[in-house]
């Protein structure tokens, strides 16, 4: 299955507005948890499921 490419670009423009949360001490203003990108994966197959199953009928 393929996604529609503005669908695509659509998605690329949208994680650039995505921060994640300060903590934990370290150096950088802000971190990323294998649980946030795991988040956002399902989101966006969530998406094409229901894209896919709305060209279905």
């Not at 650039?16 to 802000?30: L, S």
């Not at 971190?31 to 989101?43: E, I, K, N, P, Y």
Request: net charge positive.
């Amino acid at each position: 299955m393929s996604l529609p490419r503005s669908f695509t670009a659509l998605l690329l423009l949208a994680s650039g507005a995505v921060h994640a949360h300060p903590g934990h001490g370290i150096p950088q203003e802000w971190h990323w948890h294998a649980s946030d990108t795991l988040g956002f994966v399902v989101v966006a197959a969530l998406a094409a499921l229901a894209i896919w199953l709305s060209r279905r009928g």
